[in-house]
């Protein structure tokens, strides 16, 4: 399962970012932020073990657990409903206010980990974490590479290294992901942390240097035409 927020004060030390742009001009893109406010009925789940799982699984329903506030609940919530949550413009990192049936407590909410069915790719199983609005959380944000490194035209080829960012903000600041542009890296190049620029709001927990998103490098085995021509005028000498 992946984590993809948590309470705390995240991992390691944080590192402000810089505001200066730094690097090979590295751009990024922001998409839409999890401010989005959904509301989710789902119903106490009194039976526990996996026989009930998989009775609630055969019904369309995706059993869970709700922390925070005291007590873990168990709870259940239909796979349609479930689905239309997680499918807006913040994703799975939508905070949700959760309802249980028969109670009137709103509790705002962010998906902590999550389980899929290895065949079906459904989603199996849930936890979400009450979080408060006001306080930073930790989570794992996603990049996405965008655009054609100039490299790519005279044979480099681009590989994601890193595909994940560990970030603190606010629950609402928290962003689907991040799309960072890669269109100016050359052969050679390697995109790091601290070539992203800074992102309002947000505050960057893995080591700026050391974090490597993505490199630009000529294949190995790949020889450039005059130095292998060189090589065959040595070896016939």
Known sequence: SSVWGKSGTGRGQGHERQSAQRGHGCRYNLPPMSGD????EVRP????GSRH?????????IPGVLY????????????????AAMTGSSGLHAILDVV?????????SVL???????IRGTLAHFDRRGVRLDQVITATVTINLVGEPVGAK?????SLVGRELHVEALPGDVPEHIDVDVSSLDVGDVLRLEDIPAIDKIMFLDDPHETVIATVSIPRGLVEPEEAEVEEGEEVE
Do not use: F, W
């Not at 789940?45 to 526990?48: C, D, I, N, S």
């Open 37 to 40: 406010r959904i509301k989710l």
């Open 45 to 48: 789940r009194e039976e526990l």
């Open 53 to 61: 799982t998989r009775r609630l699984r055969k019904q369309g329903l």
């Open 68 to 83: 925070g506030n005291g007590e873990p609940r168990p709870i259940v919530v239909g796979e349609r409903e479930m689905r």
């Open 100 to 108: 249980v049936e028969g109670q009137a407590t709103v509790h705002p």
């Open 112 to 118: 902590s980990e999550y389980q899929r069915d290895p």
């Open 154 to 158: 005279t044979g480099g080829v681009l």
